[in-house]
């Protein structure tokens, strides 16, 4: 866990001027490895920042998301969930729970040389099936 001057050092690097909304912004998703969405980030934000609005929450969303910092995760295509950029992990979404789970396997072993011509900045693995916790507990 990352602390706030950290943080704050860390927007500074990614030319991001690290107002302590963004800064405390960025903590919660650092510390939150759920896949948020920007309305769950806003509704827990308040609780902290009574008056950020959400229009603040998603244009910081959008500048850390052009900046690289965080990634958004697309898991149904109703709402963006967004995470760390440097969260390396596949994920695998459950067909019961509807919970994401996060795997971790960086890489699978796919034949690239079909595309070798292209250039690939990055790799988003995503399994679907049940998860072990709903396979635990209709054997039970
Ligand atoms: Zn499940
Ligand atoms: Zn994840």
Redesign the pocket.
Known sequence: MKNYKYLSKFLEKNGIRPSSQRVLMLKYIEENHNHPTADKIYVDLTKRLPSISKATVYNNLKLFLNSGIIKEVNIDSSEVHYEMKEDNHAHFV??????V?DLEISNLDINLDPISDYEIDSQDIFLRG??????DSKKN
């Open positions: 459950c067909n019961l729970c509807k919970k789970h049940v998860c072990k916790e709903c396979l």
